[in-house]
Nanobody, 119 residues
C-alpha cells in the first residue's frame, strides 16, 4: 500500500520558519518526482516545489528564495524548509509523488498538513 504522510505543520508567526516532512512507503522512492502543493481557503491547489530523481528543483515564483525542497532517498522522505513565512503562505500543504517516465504514469498524494502563519 502506498502511503505519503506529512508532518511538521503548525502555527508560526510571520517571518518564522517551519520544516515539513513527507515520509513515503510502498513506492520505489528514488524513481519518483516528489513535490509539495498547497491549497488556501477559496483557492485552487497550486504547486509549491518539486524535486526530481536527479535532484533538479522547481519552485513557484511566490516562494523562490524562501523555501527549499530536498529529498533523502535513504529515508524515503522529502522535505520542505520554509523560511521568512508570510500570512499568505497559510494553506494546507500536500505531499505529492509522481512517476514521470516509467509507464504507466502514476501519482500519489498525502493527506495534507496545515500551515498557519499569523501576522
Amino acid at each position: 500500500q502506498v502511503q505519503l504522510v506529512e508532518s511538521g505543520g503548525g502555527l508560526v508567526q510571520s517571518g518564522g520558519s517551519l520544516r515539513l516532512s513527507c515520509a513515503s512507503s510502498g513506492i520505489s522512492f528514488s524513481i519518483y518526482r516528489m513535490g509539495w502543493y498547497r491549497q488556501a481557503p477559496g483557492k485552487q491547489r497550486e504547486l509549491v516545489a518539486t524535486v526530481t530523481s536527479s535532484g533538479s528543483t522547481n519552485y513557484a515564483d511566490s516562494v523562490k528564495g524562501r523555501f527549499t525542497i530536498s529529498r533523502d532517498n535513504a529515508k524515503n522522505t522529502v522535505y520542505l524548509q520554509m523560511n521568512s513565512l508570510k500570512p499568505e503562505d497559510t494553506a494546507v500543504y500536500y505531499c505529492n509523488a509522481e512517476r514521470m517516465i516509467i509507464t504507466p504514469r502514476t501519482v500519489y498524494w498525502g493527506q495534507g498538513t496545515q500551515v498557519t502563519v499569523s501576522s
